[in-house]
């Protein structure tokens, strides 16, 4: 399949939620080139499915773990329950494979190339609600790596996601966050789950390996709430890549420049 046909599996033409896939991963998608994945997609974690949206529910559900773990779970659980997974991963890779990167974009676009076909055998009505994917390292990527490794640390903003208001308007009352235990509300990720709320969506969370049910979320007022500056103050100290997403080596001391993704 080409890096296209790959894109329509996961933002198909008639998909209502398509518009939010994001296609920085998928854009560099080379079959020839694909990392192999160190255990099946369909991967054992331990998964505890109290409380998760049943087939006939309309629910918004929004994963936050680890890269290629969120694409897992996202895939089973567009299997058991139909809904449609949507990646919202928009850390570019480094332009060599091998290269040290503050986020391991490359595990993550290993797991959507091989979980497409996955995906595609799953019957998911367009209008089916969606499963949001994020990658919980996006912010603060991986520590211990030399000075000018690729720094293709994110972060999500409000306007990545749809509006309370579309949620709402398709029959969406609910929004389901799953997370790993004894996690909190990523500080950027409460921006958009903050205005869900206020707009009377109702908020529930599940830890992934926890077999307590899912339970009611009340996400507080984040500092620089629907402040002018908040998307400029998150997007200091970042690397925006040429052809999208985030992605870009550090300025050198003395280099006069801004990196590659500057």
């Given at each position: 399949?080409?890096?296209?046909?790959?894109?329509?599996?996961?933002?198909?033409?008639?998909?209502?939620?398509?518009?939010?896939?994001?296609?920085?991963?998928?854009?560099?998608?080379?079959?020839?080139?694909?990392?192999?994945?160190?255990?099946?997609?369909?991967?054992?974690?331990?998964?505890?499915?109290?409380?998760?949206?049943?087939?006939?529910?309309?629910?918004?559900?929004?994963?936050?773990?680890?890269?290629?773990?969120?694409?897992?779970?996202?895939?089973?659980?567009?299997?058991?329950?139909?809904?449609?997974?949507?990646?919202?991963?928009?850390?570019?890779?480094?332009?060599?494979?091998?290269?040290?990167?503050?986020?391991?974009?490359?595990?993550?676009?290993?797991?959507?190339?091989?979980?497409?076909?996955?995906?595609?055998?799953?019957?998911?009505?367009?209008?089916?609600?969606?499963?949001?994917?994020?990658d919980s390292?996006?912010?603060?990527?991986?520590?211990?790596?030399?000075?000018?490794?690729?720094?293709?640390?994110?972060?999500?903003?409000?306007?990545?996601?749809?509006?309370?208001?579309?949620?709402?308007?398709s029959g969406?009352?609910?929004?389901?966050?799953?997370?790993?235990?004894?996690?909190?509300?990523?500080?950027?990720?409460?921006?958009?789950?903050?205005?869900?709320?206020?707009?009377?969506?109702?908020?529930?969370?599940?830890?992934?390996?926890?077999?307590?049910?899912?339970?009611?979320?009340?996400?507080?007022?984040?500092?620089?709430?629907?402040?002018?500056?908040?998307?400029?103050?998150?997007?200091?100290?970042?690397?925006?890549?040429?052809?999208?997403?985030?992605?870009?080596?550090?300025?050198q001391p003395?280099?006069?420049?801004?990196?590659?993704?500057?």
């Amino acid at each position: 399949m080409t890096r296209d046909e790959i894109f329509d599996v996961w933002a198909p033409t008639d998909g209502a939620w398509s518009p939010w896939c994001k296609p920085v991963l998928f854009a560099h998608m080379d079959a020839e080139d694909v990392p192999a994945l160190p255990e099946p997609i369909t991967e054992t974690f331990s998964m505890d499915f109290q409380g998760m949206p049943a087939r006939d529910e309309r629910v918004a559900v929004v994963v936050d773990l680890p890269g290629r773990l969120s694409v897992a779970v996202g895939l089973m659980l567009a299997e058991r329950v139909g809904y449609r997974p949507v990646p919202l991963f928009n850390a570019a890779p480094p332009p060599f494979r091998d290269q040290p990167a503050r986020i391991d974009a490359n595990s993550i676009l290993a797991a959507l190339f091989h979980g497409t076909d996955a995906l595609r055998k799953t019957r998911i009505e367009p209008e089916a609600p969606p499963i949001f994917l994020l990658d919980s390292h996006r912010r603060v990527g991986s520590g211990g790596l030399p000075s000018e490794a690729f720094d293709n640390r994110w972060v999500s903003f409000p306007t990545d996601f749809p509006s309370a208001n579309r949620l709402i308007a398709s029959g969406v009352q609910r929004a389901l966050l799953i997370h790993g235990t004894g996690g909190s509300v990523e500080p950027d990720l409460a921006h958009t789950l903050r205005r869900w709320q206020e707009a009377g969506i109702s908020l529930w969370e599940k830890a992934l390996d926890s077999a307590t049910p899912a339970r009611p979320l009340d996400v507080p007022k984040p500092s620089s709430f629907k402040s002018a500056w908040y998307r400029m103050l998150e997007m200091i100290g970042l690397q925006r890549h040429v052809l999208g997403g985030f992605g870009g080596f550090p300025p050198q001391p003395g280099a006069g420049g801004f990196g590659a993704g500057g």
